[in-house]
């Protein structure tokens, strides 16, 4: 897969460190590579070539991964299992496991800056990129979905989503379209058809974690274990299952409906996601 070389090589730049094993560690643990893929397969949409973002996939998928080993920290999820294997801070221990996710997401900004891009988009993607993974998005997302006694609504629960989740899976289909000279309508609408995939994709998840063992899961139960608040639990698996159907067949009618571009190869990819049983 091209974002492996690509990640072992930014790696490859940094000193010798027991944060950079730890960040390797959890960079390099495999995973569906969901986010950098949806990017390449924007670009070869709109008839790019893949190599021209690279440095934009690695650093999306960087921010992904910091992500993760902050949410399984013992004061977020408390998790032990993430892809099939201990977490970063069971691995290492908590200290080193903050700063691998530090270190994951200031390298990210590094990377993009290193991009052979005009500059001026250069600049609107890391723009896009900052919002998308700060204050005003995941990170937003992440604090409402810590505040477990306001979860008790649907609607809350979409905010939650929404921002959590959809905000990295929006920004690769935004920043591919930015780097294709796309309007800001055109880039707006992808962001809506990331959210509309961030939605489903979680409401799966949810479901996933009640069907599946860890093991198989290949992470902790966590939410059961936490007795959070889930799609499943709000809705009913059978509701669960019919609104994540729903959304990705909205997020597919949406590429469909895109100017100039062949939705091809990331129809047939959103159509691996909605049938993933990890």
């Not at 990170?139 to 929404?162: I, K, P």
């Not at 992808?190 to 198989?216: K, Y």
């Not at 949406?254 to 990890?278: S, W």
Request: include cysteine.
């Amino acid at each position: 897969m091209r974002i492996e070389e690509v990640l072992k090589n930014c790696l490859n730049r940094l000193h010798d460190s027991r944060v950079k094993e730890a960040m390797s560690y959890s960079l390099l643990a495999g995973g569906k590579r969901i986010r950098p893929n949806l990017l390449y397969e924007t670009l070869k949409g709109y008839g790019k070539q893949e190599s021209c973002g690279d440095e934009y996939a690695a650093a999306i998928e960087m921010i992904h991964t910091y992500s993760l080993i902050h949410d399984d920290l013992p004061a977020m999820d408390n998790d032990d299992l993430r892809r099939g294997r201990p977490t970063c801070h069971k691995q290492f221990d908590e200290a080193t496991a903050i700063l691998a996710g530090d270190g994951l997401l200031t390298f990210a900004f590094e990377t993009c800056a290193k991009a052979e891009t005009p500059s001026d988009i250069k600049v609107r993607c890391i723009a896009m990129l900052a919002r998308m993974a700060g204050a005003d998005g995941m990170v937003h997302g992440q604090d409402l979905d810590m505040n477990e006694s306001l979860c008790s609504d649907w609607n809350y629960l979409v905010d939650v989503h929404t921002y959590k989740t959809g905000c990295l899976l929006s920004i690769p289909l935004m920043i591919g379209a930015c780097l294709c000279g796309q309007s800001e309508d055109i880039i707006e609408q992808w962001h809506s058809i990331g959210n509309m995939i961030g939605l489903a994709f979680q409401i799966q998840d949810d479901i996933l974690d009640v069907q599946l063992t860890p093991e198989q899961f290949g992470k902790s139960n966590s939410d059961a274990r936490n007795e959070k608040v889930t799609s499943v639990t709000l809705l009913g698996m059978d509701k669960a299952e019919k609104m994540m159907n729903d959304l990705y067949t909205q997020a597919e009618d949406a590429i469909r409906h895109l100017p100039e571009f062949d939705g091809t190869g990331l129809l047939n990819m959103v159509e691996q996601i909605r049938t993933r049983r990890i």
